[in-house]
């Protein structure tokens, strides 16, 4: 299987500019390709991984990618799928930002091997040495107004007179054609890849190659990840989903995988992991015939928390995940614990109610807000609803005492099968 066949069953293939050559330039002797980010960030979130995992996947067939940071394109703004147009960050925060995200990214590329090691670069080391007269006179007569107005990020936005695009804005698609004409000059970068929303900044460079260059050159489109439900990829209600741990926790960063839609789940195995096309089949096989087992979601979430946080944080995630689903918490760890305090409601209960005599599970029950009242709280114990440290108990007079608590201080409290509370004494 080559690489664009790869691509293809994976559903990652979208446009090319031209296939059949493209198909015939690969097969000769691998490529120089490209994919660029603008750091608005100080880290990428899971948006940023489809075309990033794509130059790997080229990487792994042999080819030589570079990753671009936009140092320069970043403090300008891509008016592409954008409806609004980006606050304008500071050098220096681009600088801290670009510096944050090198690590994410070495756990996206392979940046040690010997044989064809990715690069990354950031587009501000070249731009910067241009000035705006000899930018203009070198690269922006290369250009037609009427040809970058048909543009579709640009159309869009002057069709929508409240926005409209700023000067700046427009200007972007002659720096990232600027990038596209600068690698294929110094680094015989012969094919930019990226969002499908990336088609017209991509031919652009191909045309500015053609012009000053009189080289050919080759565009790539992956498609706009999308969820079925329709709305948009990565986002939850507490917000982006990001690579960095102290922006979101591991746990976190697991549970935004294996919740995954059941319509969904098979796309993003093929989307963003490196598991081989049989083993996607016997999933897709397993997860038709039994969805509710959920292998094809613990597969997801297990290889995308795996290639991002490596396997050890993997294990404390899947295991604190477990213990939301009835798991044992005997021989936990704290810290695996601490993943789920904050995840779901928590109360406190001060520490002198747990003192000698105890206090009663069915008060803590409505102390806690699992139940309405005493008399409801005994009634669902008598229906063996109610689990205390994932034990189920079954005594109505059942007192809990200091000796509870998990390492000193939490009590796990659970009413049916999703209903927790973690109870935090003070």
Same mark, same amino acid.
């Given at each position: 299987?080559?690489?664009?066949?790869?691509?293809?069953?994976?559903?990652?293939f979208?446009?090319?500019?031209?296939?059949?050559?493209?198909?015939?330039?690969?097969?000769?002797?691998?490529?120089?390709?490209?994919?660029?980010?603008?750091?608005?960030?100080?880290?990428?979130?899971?948006?940023?991984?489809?075309?990033?995992?794509?130059?790997?996947?080229?990487?792994?067939?042999?080819?030589?990618?570079?990753?671009?940071?936009?140092?320069?394109?970043?403090?300008?703004?891509d008016?592409?799928?954008?409806?609004?147009?980006?606050?304008?960050?500071?050098?220096?925060?681009?600088?801290?930002?670009?510096?944050?995200?090198?690590?994410?990214?070495?756990?996206?590329?392979?940046?040690?091997?010997?044989?064809?090691?990715?690069?990354?670069?950031?587009?501000?080391?070249?731009?910067?040495?241009?000035?705006?007269?000899?930018?203009?006179?070198?690269?922006?007569?290369?250009?037609?107004?009427?040809?970058?107005?048909?543009?579709?990020?640009?159309?869009?936005?002057?069709?929508?007179?409240?926005?409209?695009?700023?000067?700046?804005?427009?200007?972007?698609?002659?720096?990232?054609?600027?990038?596209?004409?600068h690698?294929?000059?110094?680094?015989?970068?012969?094919?930019?890849?990226?969002?499908?929303?990336?088609?017209?900044?991509?031919?652009?460079?191909?045309?500015?190659?053609?012009?000053?260059?009189?080289?050919?050159?080759?565009?790539?489109?992956?498609?706009?990840?999308?969820k079925?439900?329709?709305?948009?990829?990565?986002?939850?209600?507490?917000?982006?989903?990001?690579?960095?741990?102290?922006?979101?926790?591991?746990?976190r960063?697991?549970?935004?995988?294996?919740?995954?839609?059941?319509?969904?789940?098979?796309?993003?195995?093929?989307?963003?992991?490196?598991?081989?096309?049989?083993?996607?089949?016997?999933?897709?096989?397993?997860?038709?015939?039994?969805?509710?087992?959920?292998?094809?979601?613990?597969?997801?979430?297990?290889?995308?928390?795996?290639?991002?946080?490596?396997?050890?944080?993997?294990?404390?995630?899947?295991?604190?995940?477990?213990?939301?689903?009835?798991?044992?918490? /005997? *021989?936990?760890?704290? %810290?695996?614990?601490?993943?789920?305090? =904050?995840?779901? #409601? &928590? @109360?406190?209960?001060?520490?002198?109610?747990l003192?000698? /005599? *105890?206090?009663?599970? %069915?008060?803590?029950?409505?102390?806690? =807000?699992?139940? #309405? &009242? @005493?008399?409801?709280?005994?009634?669902?114990?008598?229906g063996? *609803?109610?689990y205390?440290?994932?034990?189920?108990?079954?005594?109505?007079?059942?007192?809990?005492?200091?000796?509870?608590?998990?390492?000193?201080?939490?009590?796990?409290?659970?009413?049916?099968?999703?209903?927790y509370?973690?109870?935090?004494?003070?």
């Amino acid at each position: 299987m080559s690489i664009l066949e790869e691509l293809k069953w994976r559903g990652l293939f979208a446009d090319c500019t031209d296939e059949a050559a493209l198909t015939a330039r690969l097969a000769a002797r691998p490529i120089a390709l490209y994919c660029g980010f603008d750091p608005t960030a100080d880290s990428l979130h899971v948006g940023h991984m489809v075309p990033l995992l794509a130059l790997r996947r080229f990487q792994l067939f042999g080819h030589h990618p570079i990753a671009v940071a936009g140092g320069a394109t970043g403090s300008i703004g891509d008016p592409s799928g954008k409806s609004q147009e980006r606050s304008l960050l500071t050098k220096e925060q681009i600088t801290a930002n670009v510096a944050a995200v090198r690590p994410q990214l070495a756990r996206l590329l392979d940046f040690e091997t010997a044989a064809n090691p990715a690069r990354l670069v950031d587009n501000a080391d070249w731009t910067a040495q241009v000035s705006y007269l000899d930018f203009l006179r070198d690269i922006g007569k290369h250009f037609s107004v009427n040809q970058m107005v048909a543009k579709e990020s640009v159309r869009a936005r002057m069709e929508d007179r409240e926005v409209g695009i700023s000067y700046t804005e427009f200007s972007y698609m002659l720096l990232q054609a600027f990038d596209f004409y600068h690698l294929c000059q110094e680094q015989d970068c012969e094919l930019q890849i990226g969002g499908s929303d990336q088609w017209g900044n991509i031919t652009a460079g191909m045309d500015l190659i053609r012009r000053k260059l009189g080289r050919a050159a080759f565009g790539l489109t992956l498609p706009l990840i999308t969820k079925a439900d329709g709305t948009k990829f990565g986002k939850t209600e507490a917000g982006a989903i990001w690579l960095d741990p102290r922006k979101t926790s591991v746990y976190r960063f697991y549970q935004f995988w294996i919740n995954a839609d059941d319509r969904d789940v098979i796309r993003y195995l093929q989307f963003f992991t490196f598991i081989n096309h049989e083993e996607i089949v016997a999933l897709t096989q397993a997860h038709e015939a039994n969805p509710g087992a959920r292998g094809a979601h613990r597969a997801l979430a297990r290889a995308v928390t795996e290639m991002i946080h490596g396997a050890a944080a993997t294990q404390e995630a899947m295991r604190a995940s477990e213990i939301l689903f009835g798991g044992e918490l /005997a *021989g936990v760890s704290e %810290t695996t614990f601490q993943e789920i305090v =904050g995840e779901v #409601p &928590s @109360k406190s209960v001060e520490c002198a109610r747990l003192g000698d /005599a *105890g206090l009663p599970l %069915t008060e803590l029950l409505v102390h806690a =807000g699992l139940c #309405p &009242s @005493k008399g409801q709280a005994r009634k669902d114990v008598e229906g063996g *609803g109610i689990y205390l440290n994932n034990v189920r108990e079954a005594s109505t007079t059942r007192t809990v005492m200091a000796g509870d608590l998990l390492f000193g201080k939490h009590l796990l409290l659970r009413k049916g099968k999703k209903n927790y509370v973690v109870v935090t004494a003070r």
